[in-house]
Every structure is written in C-alpha cells, then in structure tokens.
C-alpha cells in the first residue's frame, strides 16, 4: 500500500495508507485516548474519546485542486467543521491532526464527565482497579470534579452472570463493544449481545448454556473497565499485588505464553502474555482457568512405598534407594531388555531428555515410548520434523495469498488457538479448507468444508493431488530440484480420476478442484493436522506429504505442517527421543511392553505422568505382572495405585523449563513459586535415580551398547556428558542445546536474547494493553528448524493408492475418538470449568438415530469384537450417516470397544429412557 | 562554692512544692492528642456492617508493608461489608507499624483509624500480628466519624464512606 505522510502535533509521520489516525498517532509516540478501540479489533467509533482536530488542505470544488495560499502552503480547513473520532478516520495526504488543542481537552474532559454519571465509585472493590483503563484516563485526561450529584447514579443488580466463568456488573458497563466485537470477529462465537437501549442497553448472552465459548476469558482482559470480571478471579486479589510469572501453558501443542500472576506463593489467576508468533495476546479458557490443580490438597506430597497392599509414606533417599536397587537387580537378573519406561508427552523437555537418557544410557534399555499404548490411539505419525512449517513462520502475518488446509483435525478441542489464528488469517483474505468426516466449529468460518466418508479422507488427499498434476499446477522447479518419485507417483495415480476418488470419498469434485487450485497457487500453503487424521494413519498422511511437496509449499517460512499430535509437549517428546524408534537400537513401544509385561519378558517399568490403566483398564493386568514399578505423578492416579514407589513431583508453578510446541518454538516457563510441599522437578528426579545407580555398585552397573546390542561390563560413567552432575534446568537446556539436533540455541541464555519489541507494544501502551496482557520480557522463544528448512534435503513421494475399508455387516458403523477440550482429566481439578466438563457419551447422525429409535440421552449398546460398551445418546444433525463418535473424556470406555483407531461397531438400542447427559 | 551550693538545692528545694509534671504510669495514664496515631482499630457503620470492604489501599499506602489483606466476596444473604466484597482476614503486623497514618488516608470508608491506645507490647513475635478479630470493634462500641482531619480542613469524606446504611 503507498505510504501516507502527514503531521500529528507537529511531528510528520509516514504510514501505510488506510491506517487510521489512533494508530498513525501512536507510531508517532502520541497518545489519543480510546476506549472501545482495540489494536487487535475492528474500530466502531462507539464511544468518542479519540475525538480530534483533524486539519485537511482545502480543495477547490471547481477545479479540485488544492487551494494554496498566500505563503504558498495549503489554506487548511478542519474537517467537517468538527471534532472527528480518530479510530475511524484514515489518514490522508497532506492533513494534519491536533490532539492537545483546548477544544479536544474540552471534549475529552467532557466524553469522561459523560462516562462517570453512570459508573459507580466502585474503584475500591472492582477487580479491575489498578490496571482499568477508565481509571487510567480519567487521571490523565478527565475532570477533577463531577458536576453530577453522586446520589443520582443508575444502579442495576450487582452481579449478573453472564455464563458460570464471567460475571456481568452493568453498572460498571461503558457500552464500547469491545467484548462482543472480539466473540463476533475473533473468536467466532457470536454469543454475546446488546439488548434494549437508552439507559436500559446492556450486554446479554445469546447462547445456551449461556456463554458458551472457549475464549470467554479473553473478553474480560479488554474490557476497559471492570464490567466483566471472571468467577476465577473475582476478589481474590488486588492486581498491584500480584507477582507475574512469565510461563507456558501446559494443555495443549499451542504453548500459549501466559502468566501465572501469584500473590505470595498462591496462583492468583492466569494471563496472557504477549507472543505474536504464537498466541498474540489470547488464551482460552482451559489455559486461564485449568490451572487450578497446581493448589489441590490432593497432591502427591511424599513418596510413597508399597508395603503390603498400602503405600506408606517415605523419605526420598529410601524412596530412591529402593527404586535403584529394584532396577539394579531387574537389570542383572533378566537384562536391560526387561525394562521400560512411559513419559508423558505433557512434561517438559529437561524431564523427557533426562528421562530417555536415564533408560538409554545409564539403564541400558531402548524401551521407551510417550504414549500409554491403548487399543484406540492412533500411531504418532510426525511430520513435524521433517516437513514443518519453515524456520520463521509467523501466522499473525499472514493472509491473502495463504492456504491452510485443515485436515483431520478439530482446532478448538485440540489446540483451541489455532481457531483464533486460522480465523485471522481467513479474515486478513486467506482461503481455508477444511477436510474431516465430522462437522467441527472451524465449518463456521468462511472455509471451504470438504467432509469425506470416515475412512476415506486420503482420497480427497490423492483427488488433491491429481488435480495438481493434471492441471499442471506442480512446483516444477522445486520438485526437479528436492522432490524424487515424482514419475512413480504419477504412474501409481494414472489409472484413477478426480472424479473417481472424489466418488469413493463421497464428496463434491469442484471443491475439491477448488482447494486444490486455492493451495496451489496460493504463495504460502500451510496443512494442519491432527487426531482424526492420524486415525486414519500413514495413507492420508503421506499423500498430504506428497501435495506439499508437489505445490513446493516447503522448506520456506510460513509454508508446511504443523501437527496437532496429544500432549502439549509431543513435540519435544519427539524431539528429545522418548520414541522406541528414536535411538540406535529399537526398542518396544508402548502397546508392545504390555504384552512383553504380560509375558514376563518386562519385568520393571517407569512411568511418569502417564496413567495407562485409566485409558485402558485391561493395562492393570500386565501391571500386576510387572516386578516392579515406579510411578511419577502429581496425583495419586489410578496407574499408581499399582506401583511399587510413587514419586511426586513439582507442578509448571513449581520448576522452570521449556516447552516445544506444534510449531517447534521452544519456550521456556519460569519458576512461579517455591515447588509445592517441597517436590523435585521431573529431570530432578531421574538424575536421582540415574545417581543412585551409578553410586551404589560401581562394577555392576553395566550399559547395553546401543550399536551392537552387546551388553558389556563397564561403568557407565564414561564421557563428559554421561555425568550427571546437573544444578538447574538449564544446566540440562545446555546438555540439549549440545546433543539433539536443531536445539542449538535453545539454552536459557539464547532463549533470552529473544526479547524485543512486540507489535503491540507502543510508548503508550497502557492505555490499549493495560489489564489485556502481559508485556512479553521474557522473549518470544526459539523455533527450530524443520528437516526441509536445510536447501539441499530431497524428499521421496510416496503416497499411493489405499484400498477402502471393507463393508462389515455385522458392525456398520465407523467408530471414531474424538478429542474434547473439556475432557475431565486430572489438570481439571478445583477448576471453575469442571461444570462443562463432557461426560461420556456417544453422537450419532439424525437418520441413524432414527433407525435405531434412539432418542437424545437414550442409552444404546456398542459393541465391536473387543467388547461393548453403554452409552447415552446425543444426536448431532449435521453428522454423516453411518458415523458414531464418542469423545475422549474421562471415564469413556473407548478401551471396551476399539480394536484400532478405526473400529467398526454394531450398535443397538439399550434403554430408551433418558438419561442427562450434560 | 557553699553558695552555689544552696543555689542548687534552693531550686530542688522550689520544685519540690510545684506540681510534678511526671505521671505514675501505669497507675496514672496520660490523656493523649485527638490526632495522637495509636492501635488501629476497624469501625463499623451504625447499623453494624463492618466498614471494611476489603480493598487493600491500605495495605498498598503502607510504607512498612505491614498489613495484610485477603478479600472475599460477601455472601448477599448475610453481608459484612455493605457491596459485594469484604476483608475475609485483615492482618497488621504491629511490629513493623511505623504509626504513620498512611492506611487512615488511604481508606476510602474511614473504616481504619489509629486510636488512642499505645500500650502495645508482647511476648513474642506472632502475638504482635493483630488480626481481624483483635482489630474490629464489637457492634456495640460505636461506629466511625468523619476523621477529625477532615472536618478540620472543612472537607467532606469520600462517597463510599458517606454510605450510612
């Protein structure tokens, strides 16, 4: 866009044109006061504070020229004769605005004059005192006194709430929009609503249940005054005595920048912190207000150890002695082979590196994996790493010219921010297609919605493909120059039609033409991925991989995958090797280490953080098995009740560490508070162990090579970084800085130089940011490079043609897990949400409901060759026929039935009474 | 030098018939100043309501940081505080008080005021924390005035503390 100069008090500055005058001002560092305009929100004009003297140079109607004047400079006229609200108004050639005149002081002193006859003096009550921006204008630009008597103020009802997280107080309302603006355009919820007008206008919710929406949360940080406070917060602290504690979020693979505001050593609330690369200045509500288990009295506080049929409690030196002898003497009786560890994807990279070189190196054992293994979860298929979105990417930035293709996955019950950003970037002018067998909130947006039979996703991934090659929209540079199979492909592809793979898909072929051409011809194609998509496994997956490449949308900043695998750090779980594939020698993965248990080959496992037994209860049986096992957890779960030690463990608030999230940007999270009763950090804990072996019988500790399998006796200790004399966390940062590849700089120390300047941020920033977010000082972390991100690394096509999933009579439903963000699980704990949390049932289609006779809430039995299961029913109008979803939540008996991450289920009528679901 | 002598002991001698300016503490208290500033004591309103709302100014005005405010908000069946919100604990560390007044200004509801009471002294350390129940006078004992200050500088308190219920 050509550049506009134009002079505001006196300084002359140059910006974009369109920009409008609040935002022209503030790059010249000069503050116009607003309250319903947002940075981050449309302008509406709504509430006049930014009203200023705008000064244009005079045209002549006659000849439109501009007049001059005697000096020769343009004779200047304001604008409309009157003060203008610079939120709306563009700035233009040659005008030139006044903020400081006394006519807009008058203006300004009277707009807050005007907002004050109605708001209470409820200052010293409000949760939002101390960083309101009504109080903040007010001081610098409003009247000292009020010519209104404080006896004829409007009083509403206090509290009204506006949903069970957020309270309405009218009384305090200015009526600016803010909040309904940004579920309208940002969230895309348009749950919230002005009803009546005059003195009566007031915000309602539209929805039932009222508010519902997963960003709730946000609508309460720009609120400029304290209408709209949270239950999480309300009262709980004044905001000048909260200690903000830069941290990452540890629910989902966004890895929102967040705060974690503690006063004293309790966690006050949560906020945002500014991160354009990752979550601008949003969170959802499980971030802002799931962070309520870190404070429950039903923490893990001791180790514990099994005597009998009780765990007693411990000190940590016997706790670990006896870990390391048990394993010491499993290892010398049956062999490193014999033992196993799970670590959860949700733990942080020092935790999940010390953990894979605890088995590794000091153990000797290659069985180590990041999952629990359950009939139904999908194989982690990672294109992350190889084929991610290119070193650089930044989806704040992006818009027209982008194509995102959303495959397989549900945005907000997997990551919810991406919701937030995919919608961004379709209203900045990207296009967005979104291709899964079941309707998701993300059908919502101007997308393109594609929903293929269940099964059958990989041939609208291949129908994509061939409609690239046939309508030669291929990369073809950059597919001679790093793509190999090219003519293979097209050979394994000749005999098959758009048309005929759209028809196996059941879905329309011009759009899938369309998607086709949007994402190759677009200059930047991103594919995001997730839970279903993996479900459905390697077919669909490498024939994505295989569009990517053909439409050259990798190997460059804001083009490629991002993955949506569970956990919020699968990524660095990845990354740091926590995979039985990932070292020299393979090892058993989860699923096979309960048969191996089951058998007696395993004898003695780890698991930390993982609860196993609670997705798949039949897991207890090979537990049982087990000699021996360690349990690291915060909370006694259902898997530690059979362990032999349980090992608690410190909380995000109570340790530091780093995060990668879906992008690969490595965050780091600060300590928020002294660990809760004393636990030790994850990577603390094996470093403990991993001592305690290697001090208690030097000879005898012994380490499988993992070249050859060999087992040889000798210490352990050996190299420089087999020492394990680690103080801090970012002592193990620099050991991963220096081993896993790509981590480089990613040590404390070059996490830090990150900081900079944000987009937002401007000299006068309270008056936007003040009580939206945190500033980010604490850097907006590394992302590390992707496989493709290295020039001269080729890539082989590979996708071919699957056969479809036989018909079975006998079971004529697909069943599919779906994820739900409100899942119920233990981070859900003392939580303000824990009244949405989904209890388990099972969504069927309208017509197969029908068949069955079964009526919302009635129960059916699903049944399968693994097992059956009961259920109550909910009936989503909008799901193809013959599709059965039930979510993944606590207490859902995915296990009972899934024979693998795509079973076919019979299902039949149980009792058609009712039964409540919600 | 005897006259020096009988100099100084005439003097003795003429105070000893005047009225002693000492007093004999503990027995005898002296009277102090209105605005003397001594143990803070939480005030009500007249119809029994605790003053205090729980807002914490005063524990932000506190030079020695020696109060502590925990806020909750009130249950609309039984209230203490008039408004939604009330000080679940209030908490002053007598042996960091500097006596400076500070948290008088600071209340917006004259709920805090420095009373006359200065014999402030205990055994130990925890003792000195003076709670809410400490603090708080009994329903029966009165309820705040508009602090002399104000009347004397002839300026009226801030809204919420002209609220008499």
């Known amino acids: ?918 | 030098m005897i006259g020096a002598l009988f100099k100084g002991l005439g003097t003795t001698l003429r105070y000893l018939f005047r009225k002693p300016v000492t007093v004999e503490y503990p027995e005898v208290k002296r009277p102090v100043r209105e605005r003397f500033r001594g143990r803070h004591q939480l005030k009500r309103f007249a119809n029994g309501m605790e003053r205090c709302i729980g807002c914490s100014l005063c524990a932000a005005a506190c030079p020695a940081d020696a109060i502590l405010v925990v806020p909750a908000e009130n249950d609309p069946a039984a209230p203490h505080s008039p408004g939604e919100r009330y000080a679940e604990r209030y908490e002053i560390n007598m042996l960091r008080c500097i006596f400076c007044g500070y948290c008088e200004d600071a209340c917006p509801t004259n709920a805090i005021v420095l009373e006359h009471q200065y014999e402030l002294s205990f055994y130990d350390r925890q003792s000195s924390i003076l709670t809410k129940d400490d603090l708080l006078v009994p329903p029966d004992k009165g309820h705040g005035e508009i602090p002399p200050i104000l009347d004397q500088l002839n300026r009226r308190p801030s809204p919420p503390a002209q609220i008499d219920l």
């Open chain 1, 1 to 918: 866009m050509p550049d506009v100069t134009l002079v505001i008090d006196g300084q002359t500055v140059t910006v974009p044109a369109g920009t409008n005058l609040v935002d022209a001002a503030r790059t010249a560092g000069v503050t116009i006061p607003v309250f319903c305009y947002h940075p981050k929100l449309k302008p509406v004009g709504m509430c006049r504070m930014c009203l200023v003297e705008v000064w244009t140079p005079k045209i002549d109607p006659a000849t439109r020229q501009v007049v001059m004047g005697e000096d020769g400079k343009p004779v200047m006229a304001l604008m409309m004769g009157k003060l203008q609200p610079g939120c709306v108004t563009p700035v233009s050639e040659g005008m030139e605005v006044r903020t400081t005149t006394p006519k807009v002081r008058f203006a300004q002193k009277g707009q807050l004059e005007f907002l004050l006859t109605s708001h209470p003096l409820d200052c010293p009550v409000c949760d939002k005192g101390g960083e309101c921006p009504l109080q903040n204008l007010t001081m610098q630009f409003g009247p000292s006194t009020s010519r209104f008597d404080y006896a004829d103020k409007i009083h509403f009802e206090k509290p009204v709430p506006l949903g069970d997280l957020i309270y309405l107080d009218r009384e305090r309302c200015i009526l600016c929009s803010r909040c309904v603006r940004f579920q309208d355009d940002i969230a895309g919820d348009p749950v919230l609503g002005f009803d009546n007008r005059g003195r009566a206008w007031e915000i309602i919710s539209k929805s039932d249940p009222p508010f519902d929406s997963k960003f709730s949360g946000n609508t309460t940080d720009i609120c400029p005054v304290g209408a709209l406070t949270t239950a999480d917060f309300r009262f709980k602290a004044r905001v000048w005595e909260l200690r903000p504690t830069p941290s990452i979020c540890p629910h989902c693979p966004v890895g929102c920048t967040i705060s974690l505001d503690m006063r004293y050593d309790r966690l006050m609330r949560v906020m945002p912190r500014e991160n354009e690369y990752v979550n601008e200045i949003w969170i959802c509500d499980k971030g802002r207000f799931g962070m309520r288990f870190i404070e429950s009295p039903e923490r893990l506080r001791h180790p514990l150890i099994r005597k009998g049929d009780t765990l007693t409690q411990a000190t940590w030196d016997e706790a670990i002695a006896l870990v390391a002898e048990k394993l010491r003497a499993i290892r010398t009786h049956a062999g490193a082979t014999a033992l196993g560890g799970l670590a959860s994807p949700d733990l942080p990279n020092e935790d999940l590196y010390l953990f894979q070189k605890l088995f590794r190196q000091v153990l000797g054992s290659p069985n180590i994996d990041c999952c629990t293994g359950a009939p139904g979860a999908p194989e982690i298929i990672d294109l992350g790493a190889t084929l991610g979105v290119g070193k650089g990417t930044n989806l704040a930035n992006l818009g027209t010219g982008t194509a995102v293709l959303v495959v397989g996955a549900d945005p907000e019950e997997e990551a919810p921010l991406y919701v937030l950003r995919l919608r961004g970037i379709v209203a900045r002018g990207g296009d967005l297609t979104v291709i899964n067998p079941y309707p998701t909130k993300l059908d919502r947006t101007p997308a393109r919605v594609i929903h293929p039979r269940a099964g059958t996703e990989a041939f609208v991934a291949l129908a994509l493909i061939k409609v690239v090659i046939d309508e030669e929209l291929v990369a073809n540079e950059f597919v001679t120059r790093r793509v190999r199979g090219f003519d293979d492909l097209k050979a394994r592809l000749r005999e098959h039609s758009v048309a005929s793979l759209c028809d196996v898909a059941e879905v329309a072929e011009d759009t899938v033409r369309a998607a086709a051409h949007a994402f190759a011809r677009a200059e930047h194609g991103i594919i995001v991925y997730g839970r279903v998509a993996l479900t459905i496994g390697a077919d669909l997956l490498n024939a994505l991989a295989d569009l990517a490449l053909l439409t050259g949308h990798i190997g460059k900043p804001n083009s490629g995958f991002i993955p949506l695998i569970p956990g919020a750090n699968a990524r660095g779980a990845l990354d740091m090797g926590v995979r039985p594939g990932s070292g020299k020698k393979r090892g058993l993965s989860a699923r096979e280490m309960w048969t191996a248990a089951r058998e007696g080959r395993l004898r003695g496992m780890f698991i930390a953080g993982l609860d196993p037994v609670r997705d798949n209860p039949a897991v207890a049986s090979a537990l049982d098995a087990l000699e021996f096992l360690v349990v690291q957890d915060i909370f006694l779960t259902e898997t530690a009740q059979y362990a032999n030690v349980v090992l608690p463990t410190a909380s995000i608030a109570g340790r530091e560490g780093t995060f990668t999230n879906a992008e690969r940007r490595v965050q780091r999270f600060r300590q928020a508070r002294i660990p809760e009763y004393n636990t030790p950090a994850g990577w603390d804990i094996a470093q403990r162990i991993a001592r305690a072996l290697m001090s208690g019988n030097r000879e005898a500790v012994t380490s499988t090579d993992p070249t050859d399998g060999r087992t040889a006796q000798r210490p352990c200790v050996q190299t420089g970084t087999s020492t394990w004399d680690y103080v801090v966390a970012s002592d193990v940062a620099d050991e991963i800085a220096t081993t896993i590849r790509g981590y480089t700089d990613t040590t404390y120390e070059s996490l830090g130089l990150t900081r900079k300047p944000q987009w937002g941020r401007q000299p006068n920033e309270a008056i936007f940011y003040d009580g939206t977010s945190y500033e980010n000082m604490e850097g907006v972390g590394v992302q590390i490079a992707a496989e493709a991100d290295n020039p001269k690394a080729v890539f082989t096509l590979q996708a071919r043609v699957p056969s479809p999933i036989p018909e079975d009579d006998a079971h004529p439903y697909i069943l599919l897990a779906v994820p739900r963000a409100y899942d119920g699980r233990a981070w859900a704990r003392d939580s303000k949400l824990l009244p949405r949390m989904i209890k388990p049932h099972l969504i069927l289609s309208t017509v197969d409901a029908a068949a069955l006779e079964a009526t919302p809430g009635a129960l059916v039995r699903i049944a399968s060759d693994a097992g059956q299961a009961v259920l109550p029913v909910q009936i989503d109008r909008h799901l193809p026929r013959g599709l059965a979803l039930i979510p993944d939540v606590n207490g859902a008996p995915l296990s009972a039935v899934q024979t693998s991450p795509l079973t076919r289920v019979a299902i039949t009528l149980h009792i058609s009474e009712s039964v409540e679901i919600r």
